[in-house]
């Protein structure tokens, strides 16, 4: 993620001991060419070589968001969308996989969007949108289905949100999503599938019919549903999401990754 304009340094100015006078003088020199995240890496990083642990955690529990979310939800849209045009165009950066950025989060994370996605092996949200070790946190599941999920799904995602403060949640459906296909082909059959794959499948069912009959293809137009149908949850999710998505401080918002193009596309609700 490129820089992000909200750089909040100074947590350590008011908490390090003069001790560290040095390792942070060298911090705060190197703070305009940063962003804030590769800033608080940086950070941590530097603070664990020096810092009792007592500072340390009290630089981290500053920066993992308690005082304000870390980017606003369209900055965290946009760092995703830069990164998913660096891998549709074959250019990733592959950013923060070093080990300086996987020690510097091993005490404290601050992930800038949740991302609800299908466990497909072709949807990796991680390689798609071009991001690090402790950017985006995952929740996936067959299907990304939400709703009747149960606590498993949602308290995954409140956890984000409540605990890390996370501005932005994305359900991500995908293109030929095998779920949502299976849903189709079953959803007029009295068959029954086995094993727990029945029951999920009937979470996707609604999706299948309140898409029946629109225009374009069925399968895309389901898969397009059961992105809304999860968005349409969460964004009422109480008594923490829905909240928050009142004030502003969290935005829900769907999307489809196409599996041969790579290209995410944000799904506009109502266009089902
Ligand atoms: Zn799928």
């Given amino acids: 993620m490129e820089a992000q304009g909200q750089q909040r340094p100074p947590a350590i100015a008011r908490s390090y001991p003069e001790s560290l006078a040095k390792t942070g003088d060298l911090i705060m020199k190197s703070l305009s060419s940063f962003s804030r995240r590769e800033f608080v890496t940086l950070a941590a990083a530097a603070l664990s070589?020096?810092?009792?642990?007592?500072?340390?955690?009290l630089v981290q529990k500053e920066e993992s968001g308690k005082t304000g979310p870390p980017v606003s939800p369209d900055d965290a849209w946009r760092n995703l969308l830069n990164g998913n045009g660096r891998f549709v165009k074959g250019t990733p950066s592959s950013p923060r996989r070093?080990?300086?950025?996987?020690r510097g989060l091993a005490e404290a994370q601050y992930p800038e969007a949740v991302i609800v996605s299908c466990a497909d092996s072709r949807v990796a949200p991680e390689i798609?949108?071009?991001?690090g070790i402790g950017d985006i946190f995952v929740v996936r599941v067959a299907g990304n289905v939400v709703g009747?999920?149960?606590?498993?799904?949602?308290g995954s995602i409140e956890y984000a949100i409540a605990e890390l403060n996370v501005p932005l949640i994305v359900v991500l459906g995908h293109s030929a999503c095998g779920a949502v296909k299976a849903a189709?082909?079953?959803?007029?059959?009295?068959?029954s599938l086995p094993g727990a794959i029945n029951g999920l499948v009937e979470l996707i069912k609604p999706a299948v019919a309140q898409s029946k009959g629109a225009p374009g293809d069925a399968?895309?137009?389901?898969?397009?549903?059961?992105?809304?149908?999860?968005?349409?949850r969460l964004k009422r999710l109480e008594p923490i999401l829905a909240p928050r998505v009142k004030e502003r401080k969290l935005k829900v918002m769907g999307a489809v990754y196409d599996l041969r193009t790579g290209i995410v596309t944000p799904v506009e609700p109502g266009k089902s």
């Fill in 184 to 191: 189709k082909q079953h959803i007029d059959a009295k068959d």
């Fill in 49 to 57: 070589l020096a810092a009792p642990k007592g500072v340390l955690a």
């Fill in 128 to 131: 798609l949108f071009d991001v």
């Fill in 219 to 232: 399968l895309e137009n389901a898969i397009r549903e059961n992105v809304e149908i999860g968005v349409e």
């Fill in 148 to 154: 009747g999920a149960g606590a498993v799904v949602k």
């Fill in 98 to 102: 070093s080990p300086e950025d996987f």
